[in-house]
Nanobody, 123 residues
């Protein structure tokens, strides 16, 4: 069982930045591809980005390319999401998730999920 705890959400003005963190309880954190998803009110949970075990592979949704950056510190069992140039449409609950698949863009690819952290971007 892997427990994931997100932090770093909050309220920010459009154009601002936030950094989300997700810390895992697993001693085998480095074995997992880590992903971020988000869910806006009334919408489906959508893929944002993932990073592979070693950090050498990433895949971003088109909507966040060039603005968001994912990176991980396996020694701290933590994955980060640096979000810059935030837009009101980025407002959502952001979820961290862990997958044993190397390439994982679908919700069903992920076995473990965090509780989510709210990000609100005001215009």
């Amino acid at each position: 069982q892997v427990q994931l705890v997100e932090s770093g959400g909050g309220l920010v003005q459009a154009g601002g930045s936030l950094r989300l963190s997700c810390t895992a309880s697993a001693r085998t954190f480095s074995a997992y591809t880590m992903g971020w998803f988000r869910q806006a009110p009334g919408k489906e949970r959508e893929f944002v980005v993932y990073i592979t075990w070693t950090g050498s592979g990433t895949n971003y949704a088109d909507s966040v390319k060039g603005r968001f950056t994912i990176y991980r510190d396996n020694a701290k069992s933590t994955v980060y999401l640096q979000m810059n140039s935030l837009k009101p449409e980025d407002t959502a609950v952001y979820y961290c998730a862990a997958s044993l698949r190397r390439i994982a863009t679908m919700r069903n690819d992920y076995r473990y999920w965090g509780q989510g952290t709210q990000v609100t971007v005001s215009s």
